[in-house]
């Protein structure tokens, strides 16, 4: 697992920001969770599963369609991005549509969710055929505290709010700082417990059992905000554990995705070295059909 100082670093460095012309997005209807504007995944039988790029990201700076043409062979259904290769907006979408994907996702640096930047976000995301905003790195400076994390809750009501006209929702991404207490409580509960229904609550099952934090209470306690989940195994014992060779219940997290959980889309995030990181996101997707999804 990399250090805070990392997974800020890198995050920084694999976003970039895009502009293009503006199509807005509609909602459509949805019996189940209507306010995320998506088909009931359940409805057609099966939650899809998509890959975070970060995780072939060397991949796709040597080649960027390659890759993507990769893991739609391996039969993901969607990718979620942390950057774009300096790729424009239409470009982005025509390698989706070209290898029959669907953009489920993207990280979203917090600075280009906020002021006039998320204009620029919003216009390239509505191209490239994404709704779902994840903030994946909040600044330190900007959680030092419990009115820190009240601060940041205002302020993604807010930005939920400017984007849902777009037919989008911001979103927020955990790692391991969430899970230590400040003044009592959590800040994954302070942000949660005062953010509207409308902000997801992007879980990341392996960040949080490795910050000694099992995320299944917190998928109970908040139905319907894991819109999109990151499938991530850890392991006390085996660091290269693969999904479904580790520690984490699979069978409860994904009973309360398939029921209370409002899940439309499994992510798969692998950082693991021990394997090329085509060959992990492919084994790991490989244990996830054999645990029939």
């Known amino acids: 697992m990399r250090s805070k100082i990392e997974e800020k670093v890198s995050r920084r460095n694999f976003l970039q920001a895009g502009g293009a012309a503006l199509a807005v997005l509609g909602l459509s209807g949805n019996k189940t969770l209507g306010r995320f504007g998506a088909a009931d995944a359940l409805a057609k039988g099966k939650i899809p599963i998509g890959l975070q790029l970060y995780s072939v990201r060397k991949d796709c700076e040597k080649d960027f369609p390659k890759t993507l043409e990769a893991v739609?062979?391996?039969?993901?259904?969607?990718?979620?991005?942390?950057?774009?290769?300096?790729?424009?907006?239409?470009?982005?979408?025509?390698?989706?549509?070209?290898?029959?994907?669907?953009?489920?996702?993207?990280?979203?640096?917090?600075?280009?969710?906020?002021?006039?930047?998320?204009?620029?976000?919003?216009?390239?995301?509505?191209?490239?055929?994404?709704?779902?905003?994840?903030?994946?790195?909040?600044?330190?400076?900007?959680?030092?505290?419990?009115?820190?994390?009240?601060?940041?809750?205002?302020?993604?009501?807010?930005?939920?709010?400017?984007?849902?006209?777009?037919?989008?929702?911001?979103?927020?991404?955990?790692?391991?700082?969430?899970?230590?207490?400040?003044?009592?409580e959590k800040p994954w509960d302070i942000f949660f417990g005062n953010t509207n229904k409308d902000v997801i609550m992007q879980v990341d099952t392996g960040n949080g059992l490795g910050a000694g934090a099992d995320m299944i209470p917190f998928l109970r306690k908040y139905p319907g905000r894991a819109v999109t989940i990151h499938i991530k195994e850890f392991s006390t014992k085996n660091p290269n554990a693969m999904i479904g060779e580790g520690d984490i219940n699979w069978k409860e997290v994904f009973a309360i995705c398939e029921s209370t959980g409002g899940t439309q889309w499994y992510i798969v995030e692998d950082e693991k070295e021990n394997l090329p990181a085509l060959e992990c996101v492919k084994k790991n997707l490989e244990n996830l059909r054999k645990m029939g999804k």
């Open 72 to 184: 739609a062979k391996m039969g993901y259904k969607g990718v979620e991005f942390a950057g774009y290769y300096e790729r424009s907006a239409k470009d982005v979408r025509k390698l989706i549509d070209d290898n029959g994907l669907k953009c489920c996702g993207t990280h979203a640096q917090f600075d280009t969710l906020v002021g006039d930047a998320l204009a620029k976000t919003v216009e390239f995301n509505t191209i490239i055929g994404n709704k779902y905003l994840i903030c994946p790195w909040i600044p330190e400076e900007k959680r030092k505290t419990k009115q820190d994390w009240l601060d940041l809750a205002k302020l993604f009501n807010d930005i939920s709010a400017k984007v849902k006209p777009h037919g989008m929702f911001v979103g927020y991404h955990n790692h391991n700082f969430e899970f230590t207490p400040i003044d009592g």
